[in-house]
Each structure stands twice: as structure tokens, then as C-alpha cells.
């Protein structure tokens, strides 16, 4: 506690000092003389001001080390209940992380003898709990194997009773150390090593160090997957810290829902009352069914169980009401049947069968591709009325194949993974289409024609047509499909990838109007392409594909970053501008509505490269979402980032906020190996889904 104990205290010299003037009267009595000083001293309004700006960026700054210091200590308060090292990082870790060996304490000296003595008693009379023998080991450059073997006893008062392994017993941990390690995915010439701030390796054998207390103390070592890539138990913490946090978040966001708009689809936190409808089309509690997952991987059963008792007994598709295919499918589907393959519970499975049922009606069309909405209860279907020529949009009926493909395989019904490739290969047919190998975003499914002049996008109405193109190609392992990705990604990105003026120039993906490319702008949905071109290097064989995805991955993500960080919120506009001098503050559309596409590219940049950059940008990201985000009982958009201290929300905690945007904060802090992207595939509203083996 000494360093958490220090830092408040310093803060709190901070907080009571006047940050201008540097005595210590109280920031309140500042402003009250800077009043005073405005009304009767010539020009003391431009002092106010000046003073004013200074006080501000001092509150900035004050709330960032609050954050970070409000983090530091909930770890710090684990250490105040009475438990070994072991238990306070199974809290942290997991208590299933697979430590080789912890203790306290010097190794006491063997009684003379034959070395396997048993220890003493120095628990004045009491039980001293069951002896322990584990391995330590260390992959040298060399390709050998240091091994040592550690005895302790389990209960901490008997920590004095740790005993050094004899020569025979190391040689046995040797032998079977290297059965062992592998297992956890080590290598020859990789480091096992010690994690945490002021460790070393454990290279000496029949020994064991403390080096976090003179008189004794905890050492902890470890062989995973973590520690060869070099995480510490220092970073290791302070990533679940920051998961701790997003899971605080969540807890809010669900707490305002549950309490003010429980069974609604959304939430209007400064109103405190609940939304349905819109692109819903009926009161179908999208916020709690876009929830569950979310709810299983961060652990909260209570909140789940809750849940599950809505969809049980309240979840109906009976209103008389249309709805959204597209958005019933990624949403409602997607989120019944992402909760069912994390579960297992076949509730999920049945509502997810009973919905895309009524859905299927949609398909009944010359060409298979299905319209834009449906009557749940009438089976009448029909598209946009403000879609040109009433067509069907690219994004929309783009994104069914992934739901409908897992929806078939796992309950062995073909006809929805028909529905969906039928739709598709309609839509691949290079009739009618644009002679560069692109998509335009709108096609009439009557008369299997798309609609000119052309309008292509990778942002709305086109984006999730390009993502499900290559997540399908992951899902079922088919080179074709992936085949036509590439081709047609490429083409894409030929056609409308661009560079800013100004030094260095940012890369973005324009958009096609009307024949026209749009100079100069790309908007907040199309920076899910990052990500988009992570994953589309990570599962390419084609080293040259690979290396032009991977910096093109880079250069968008950081394109969408500088956004965040050309804001004064620190959070991105709907729509990026560019000038000859870079990002520009936008006039035009300056919202944040909670949108997760940014984050979702720092999630995949994380998961492809390691680079520590991808979090911190992600960390950053949720500080400015708490600080201007949180509203009323939850969590609203703002209508301005080009400010330091936007005032105005738009009362609306969007579903996708619990399904993407915490979902990717909190996992970009875990581990690879939750969500292994070799296993597992999210749709575009992050629903996972376990990549089918068995088709390949």
C-alpha cells in the first residue's frame, strides 16, 4: 500500500493547491476572486478567462491521474484481505492460470541425512497442510532446460517450512518439465521467465528467492503463453486492471437498462426511460439479447441469469410489427446463437430458430436476395422506401451468410445456409456490375440489376458486404471464397483508397457518389477497415497479400486515431476531414455515438502485431468514453468531440455499445488465447462464433 499511499497523498496536495498561483486556497475561492477581479480591475475578464482555461486543463489532468490511481488502488485493496500471492493474482488472472510454482520465504537448509527428510513443524502444534513439489524451468538461447523442483507446504503461516529438492528429484522435474512445457505452446530459445517488477529468471536450481520482502516474501513463476511473449506480472495486472474498469462500465450501462428500460430496446439514460422501435420495428429488448455474451465472457451471472429468465419468458416475435431483416439478423440472431455456442443452453438456440424463421420470407425473390424488412406476423416484405429506386443495400443483404451458415450447423437444418449462399452468388454474378471488379451499393433483387450511376462504399451501406465476404472464407475454410475476397478488396481499395495532403498523408478509403469519388473525407463506420485488413493478412497464405494488408491495416488504424486525437474530447467525429496540414476539427458532423468500429481495428492491430500501442489507444479511448460518455443512468453520444467539455448528449445507450464497444475494450486487456482468432470468428455486431472445423 506504501506507493498507492504516497500517490494519494500527493494528489490530494494537488487537488488543494491553487495550480495558478501555487498556495494553498481552495480552487473555489479562485474563482471567486477572478469574478471579483472581472467586475472592478480593467481587463480582469481576459485574466478570468486565462485563469479559467488554466483551472480546466488542470481538472484534466487531475481526473486522468484519478483514473489511473482509482484503478492501481482496487488491485492494492486485494492485497489488503489476508491472501497468498497466489490468490490474489488468481483473483486478478483467473484462478485457473496455470502458475508451476509460488512460496514465501528463504529455502531453510536440509537436516543432515539422505535430503528427503520431512520439514519441521513451526506452526507451534498446528496442521502445516499438504507438501508440494513443482517445477521451475527456464528455456535458455542455447536450447538446454535449467529445471529446479520447489517443496513447500499450502498454508501460508508454514511458509518458513520450504525445503530445496534433491539432485535426483531435479533430474526427474527435468525430464518431465520437458514433457511438460510444450503443452503451453513454449519453444526452443524461448524464455520462461519469473514475471513481475524486480524478478529475475529462476535459474539457480533447489533454490527458491524472495524479492519482494526482505524478511520474506512471495515470488511467483511461470511457463504460459503470457510469459514467453514477455508480459510481467506488472503489465499482466494492469491489463486486468483496465478489464475491471471496462466491467465497471458495463455494470453501469446495464444497471441504468435494467432499472429504467428492462425489456425496451434501448436506453435513454438522461431521460431515464426506455426506446423501442426505430430499426427494431417492435419492442424486442434488443439491449438485453445484444448483452449476453457480453455478460458470459465478463462474468456476470446474476445480470445473465436475469437476462435469461427475459428471453425465456418474455422474448416473442408474435407483435404485429416489421422489422429490420439485416439488424434482426446481426443483432437477434447473432446474439442468440453467439450466447448459445458460449452456453450450450439450447433456450438460445430455439429463440434464434424461432426468429429466423420469420425471417426467411424476406428470400422470396427472383434472384434469392432477400428484401430489406419483414412483417413478423404477416411474412409481407418490402424494401427501404428511401433507398434509390427502392433497392436492396449491399451491407444489408451482405451480412446474413455467417448467421445463417452457424444457424444451419447447429441444428442440421440446410435450408438457412441456402437462403444465405443463394443470395450470394446471385450478387457475384459479374453481369451488370462495374467492369473494375467493384460492388455499388444498392441492387434491385427483382430484377438482379444494380443501380446507376454507382455509389461504392466500405463505409455505410457497403461496409459488412466486405467484412462477411472474408469472415465466411474463415468460417468455412473455402479457398473460392476466399479467392473473390482478395479480388475483390483489392479492386476496392484500388479504386477508392487515398492519401491526405501534408506530411506524412494519411491514408483513407474515400467513397463513390453518383460516379464520383469524394475527396477529403472518410467516415467513422469505414474504420472497422483496419481491423477488417488485420485479420485479412493474419489468415492470408499469400506472403505479398500479407505484407500489403498488414500496412494498410496499420496506416487506416492510424488514420482513426489521429481522428480521436485531432479532437479536443479525444474521442472521433461520424465524419473525418482532411486538409494539407492533416485531421481537421469537423463542422459538419461532429458526433460520437458510442460507435466501436476504431476500437475494433485497435482489437485486431492488437491481436496481430503485439504492439502495446493498440492498447494504449484503446485505453485512451475508454477514459474519454467515461469521462464525456457517461450520462444520466448510463452511457449517450455526444453531439460535438471539437471540444474539451461537450455539453450536449443525445439521450440514447446504444445496443452495440454492451455487443461491441466494451466487448473489444475488454478483450483487447485478456489474453490471445480467449477468443484464439484461429477458433473463432465475430460477426460484424462482435458476436463469436467457433470457426467450423469439420468443412476443412
Known amino acids: 500500500m506504501a506507493r498507492c499511499g504516497w500517490a494519494l497523498a500527493a494528489l490530494w496536495s494537488l487537488a488543494t493547491l491553487n495550480p495558478v498561483t501555487g498556495d494553498?486556497?481552495?480552487?473555489?475561492?479562485?474563482?471567486?476572486?477572478?469574478?471579483?477581479?472581472?467586475?472592478?480591475?480593467?481587463?480582469?475578464?481576459?485574466?478570468?478567462?486565462?485563469?479559467?482555461?488554466?483551472?480546466?486543463?488542470?481538472?484534466?489532468?487531475?481526473?486522468?491521474?484519478?483514473?489511473?490511481?482509482?484503478?492501481?488502488?482496487?488491485?492494492?485493496?486485494?492485497?489488503?484481505?489476508?491472501?497468498?500471492?497466489?490468490?490474489?493474482?488468481?483473483?486478478?488472472?483467473?484462478?485457473?492460470?496455470?502458475?508451476?510454482?509460488?512460496?514465501?520465504?528463504?529455502?531453510?537448509?536440509?537436516?543432515?541425512?539422505?535430503?528427503?527428510?520431512?520439514?519441521?513443524?513451526?506452526?507451534?502444534?498446528?496442521?502445516?497442510?499438504?507438501?508440494?513439489?513443482?517445477?521451475?524451468?527456464?528455456?535458455?538461447?542455447?536450447?538446454?532446460?535449467?529445471?529446479?523442483?520447489?517443496?513447500?507446504?499450502?498454508?501460508?503461516?508454514?511458509g518458513q517450512n520450504l525445503q530445496p529438492a534433491t539432485t535426483a528429484e531435479v533430474s526427474a522435474c527435468a525430464a518431465d518439465l520437458c514433457a511438460q512445457l510444450p503443452k503451453w505452446g513454449i519453444a526452443n530459445g524461448e524464455g520462461a521467465s519469473l514475471m513481475g517488477e524486480g524478478y529475475g529468471y529462476a535459474k539457480k536450481k533447489c533454490e527458491v528467492r524472495s524479492e519482494l520482502h526482505p524478511d520474506g516474501g512471495e515470488m511467483i513463476c511461470t511457463a504460459t503463453k503470457g510469459a514467453v511473449r514477455g508480459v510481467e506480472v506488472k503489465e499482466k495486472v494492469e491489463m486486468s486492471l483496465r478489464q475491471l474498469k471496462v466491467k465497471d462500465m458495463f455494470r453501469h450501462a446495464w444497471k441504468g437498462y435494467a432499472a429504467h428500460a428492462w425489456g425496451e430496446n434501448e436506453l435513454s439514460p438522461v431521460s431515464r426511460r426506455g426506446v423501442s422501435g426505430g430499426i427494431f420495428g417492435a419492442k424486442m429488448g434488443a439491449s438485453i439479447v445484444d448483452a449476453l455474451d457480453t455478460m458470459i465472457i465478463m462474468g456476470f451471472t446474476d445480470e445473465l441469469e436475469q437476462a435469461r429468465a427475459w428471453v425465456d419468458e418474455s422474448l416473442t416475435f408474435d407483435g404485429d410489427s416489421t422489422v429490420s431483416v439485416f439488424e434482426s439478423t446481426i443483432r437477434f440472431v447473432g446474439g442468440l446463437l453467439s450466447a448459445y455456442a458460449l452456453s450450450a443452453d439450447p433456450l438460445y438456440k430455439e429463440k434464434a430458430v424461432e426468429l429466423a424463421d420469420r425471417l426467411l420470407p424476406a428470400f422470396n425473390t427472383p434472384t434469392g436476395v432477400p428484401l430489406g424488412t419483414v412483417n413478423l406476423i404477416s411474412g409481407v416484405t418490402a424494401n427501404w422506401g428511401w433507398a434509390p429506386g427502392r433497392a436492396a443495400i449491399l451491407s444489408e443483404f451482405g451480412s446474413l451468410q455467417l448467421e445463417f451458415a452457424y444457424l444451419s450447423d447447429v441444428t442440421g437444418n440446410p435450408v438457412y445456409r441456402e437462403k444465405a449462399d443463394r443470395a450470394m452468388a446471385a450478387v457475384l454474378k459479374p453481369e451488370g456490375r462495374p467492369k473494375d471488379g467493384t460492388f455499388p451499393n444498392f441492387y434491385n433483387p427483382n430484377s438482379?440489376?444494380?443501380t446507376s450511376p454507382s455509389t461504392t462504399s466500405m463505409g455505410a451501406y457497403g461496409d459488412s458486404f466486405y467484412e462477411y465476404l472474408l469472415k465466411t472464407s474463415i468460417y468455412s475454410g473455402e479457398s473460392s471464397r476466399r479467392k473473390i475476397y482478395d479480388e475483390?478488396?483489392?479492386?476496392?481499395?484500388?479504386?477508392?483508397?487515398?492519401?491526405?495532403?501534408?506530411?506524412?498523408?494519411?491514408?483513407?478509403?474515400?467513397?463513390?457518389?453518383?460516379?464520383?469519388?469524394?475527396?477529403?473525407?472518410?467516415?467513422?463506420?469505414?474504420?472497422?477497415?483496419?481491423?477488417?485488413?488485420?485479420?485479412?493478412?493474419?489468415?492470408?497464405?499469400?506472403?505479398?497479400?500479407?505484407?500489403?494488408?498488414?500496412?494498410?491495416?496499420?496506416?487506416?488504424?492510424?488514420?482513426?486515431?489521429?481522428?480521436?486525437?485531432?479532437?479536443?474530447?479525444?474521442?472521433?467525429?461520424?465524419?473525418?476531414?482532411?486538409?494539407?496540414?492533416?485531421?481537421?476539427?469537423?463542422?459538419?458532423?461532429?458526433?460520437?455515438?458510442?460507435?466501436?468500429?476504431?476500437i475494433e481495428s485497435y482489437f485486431y492491430m492488437w491481436r496481430t502485431t503485439h504492439d502495446p500501442q493498440y492498447r494504449e489507444w484503446a485505453w485512451e479511448a475508454a477514459l474519454a468514453i467515461e469521462k464525456h460518455c457517461k450520462c444520466g443512468v448510463g452511457y449517450c453520444g455526444i453531439k460535438d468531440v471539437n471540444t474539451a467539455h461537450p455539453s450536449g448528449h443525445d439521450d440514447v445507450q446504444q445496443s452495440f455499445f454492451l455487443a461491441e464497444t466494451l466487448k473489444y475494450l475488454y478483450l483487447i486487456f485478456g489474453d490471445d488465447d480467449e477468443f484464439d482468432l484461429s477458433e473463432w470468428v465475430f460477426n460484424t455486431e462482435a458476436h463469436p462464433f467457433p470457426i467450423n472445423k469439420s468443412s476443412k
Open 24 to 158: 494553498a486556497r481552495p480552487v473555489v475561492w479562485t474563482v471567486e476572486a477572478m469574478r471579483s477581479q472581472a467586475e472592478v480591475v480593467p481587463g480582469g475578464l481576459a485574466e478570468y478567462v486565462r485563469e479559467r482555461d488554466e483551472l480546466l486543463a488542470e481538472r484534466d489532468r487531475l481526473y486522468v491521474a484519478v483514473e489511473a490511481l482509482s484503478l492501481e488502488l482496487e488491485f492494492y485493496q486485494l492485497a489488503e484481505e489476508n491472501l497468498s500471492l497466489r490468490d490474489k493474482l488468481a483473483r486478478v488472472l483467473g484462478a485457473d492460470h496455470p502458475t508451476l510454482t509460488t512460496h514465501t520465504g528463504e529455502p531453510v537448509a536440509l537436516p543432515s541425512g539422505d535430503g528427503n527428510s520431512a520439514p519441521q513443524d513451526h506452526c507451534d502444534g498446528t496442521e502445516c497442510g499438504t507438501m508440494h513439489e513443482e517445477a521451475i524451468g527456464l528455456y535458455k538461447n542455447d536450447d538446454t532446460i535449467d529445471c529446479s523442483l520447489v517443496q513447500y507446504i499450502d498454508q501460508p503461516s508454514c
Open 488 to 598: 475483390v478488396i483489392l479492386a476496392t481499395a484500388a479504386k477508392l483508397h487515398r492519401r491526405s495532403g501534408g506530411e506524412p498523408g494519411h491514408l483513407y478509403i474515400a467513397e463513390e457518389r453518383n460516379g464520383h469519388v469524394e475527396l477529403n473525407v472518410m467516415y467513422h463506420l469505414t474504420c472497422f477497415a483496419g481491423g477488417l485488413y488485420a485479420l485479412s493478412g493474419l489468415t492470408t497464405s499469400n506472403a505479398t497479400l500479407e505484407n500489403q494488408y498488414m500496412r494498410d491495416a496499420e496506416d487506416i488504424t492510424r488514420t482513426c486515431h489521429e481522428s480521436y486525437r485531432a479532437q479536443p474530447s479525444g474521442l472521433g467525429p461520424e465524419a473525418i476531414r482532411f486538409g494539407n496540414n492533416g485531421i481537421l476539427p469537423d463542422d459538419k458532423d461532429g458526433r460520437y455515438q458510442l460507435r466501436p468500429e476504431t
Open 448 to 450: 438482379g440489376m444494380w
